[in-house]
């Protein structure tokens, strides 16, 4: 990896550890770093040896958002165009980011130390399980730079997370909510000791990758469209469908001659 990379990508069998890496701009979004994120995770859409995704921030941070440094000395996503139209290409391009962490199969698990403010809280929410250090700082920073308290897809994760109350609470006034309180409202699912996300977060990804990959895949699919709203008819339809398939599956045969032999299944995607 060069100085200049952005975002570090290491393989640990079946988990993706997909590693922020601009520790001097405390993991801000750049442009670069925006284009390689969306780049992997595009890749990541088919990639079906890797089973689960890990996204860390490195140094003292995991994202503190946009880097707004970048963006007042004149960094543009279209060029020729003006300021309305590259600032709404830029909207587009980090919105693109979070649906493709909800859309690609692997479930996401967020490590995250230090700030999480702005588009890095949105990048936290996006994922499916969120691990964090006590001195970890969540922040919906918008309103705080006068502009809306919602973005990157924050108004629509935050009040699915911890409910509408305290989500409207935290958009509209932008506080830091901490590790521990974050644990206490349900913003984050495990509070680790300081050092321990990354190392956390991973071992959650490994859990995962016990079961059978068609598995994680139809489940992640299930939960993204519970999110998204269906009525609890339309979902046990989605559900019983679903199950039906996979019941068609030689890892279903297999899960099964494996619970009545006593021994662990081994699964082939198959």
Not at 3 to 14: N, T, V
Not at 86 to 115: F, K, N, S
């Amino acid at each position: 990896m060069s100085a200049s990379e952005p975002l570090r990508i290491e393989r640990i069998g079946p988990v993706t550890v997909l590693t922020l890496t601009r520790p001097e701009r405390l993991n801000a979004l750049s442009h670069g770093l925006l284009r390689r994120l969306g780049e992997v995770l595009d890749g990541l859409m088919y990639d079906y040896e890797q089973r689960v995704v890990v996204l860390a921030g490195e140094g003292r941070a995991f994202c503190a958002g946009m880097d707004l440094k970048g963006q007042a000395e004149g960094a543009s996503w279209v060029d020729g165009v003006g300021p309305t139209q590259t600032t709404y290409a830029l909207q587009e391009v980090v919105a693109r980011v979070i649906t493709r962490l909800r859309d690609i199969p692997q479930p996401v698990v967020a490590a995250v130390h230090g700030v999480a403010a702005g588009g890095g809280l949105s990048l936290a929410c996006a994922a499916d399980v969120r691990v964090a250090e006590p001195g970890a700082r969540f922040s919906a920073a918008f309103a705080r730079l006068g502009v809306s308290g919602g973005d990157m897809g924050s108004s629509w994760f935050l009040p699915r997370i911890v409910g509408f109350e305290r989500a409207a609470e935290a958009l509209y006034t932008g506080r830091e909510i901490g590790g521990e309180e974050a644990e206490r409202i349900g913003l984050v699912g495990h509070l680790v000791p300081a050092g321990r996300a990354r190392a956390e977060a991973v071992a959650i990804a490994e859990r995962m990758c016990e079961v059978a990959p068609f598995t994680t895949r139809m489940t992640k699919s299930l939960l993204n469209a519970s999110r998204d709203g269906l009525t609890l008819r339309h979902h046990l339809e989605l559900e019983n469908r679903t199950q039906v398939m996979m019941t068609a599956t030689d890892d279903f045969r297999e899960a099964c001659d494996a619970f009545g032999e006593r021994r662990p299944a081994v699964f082939r995607d198959r």
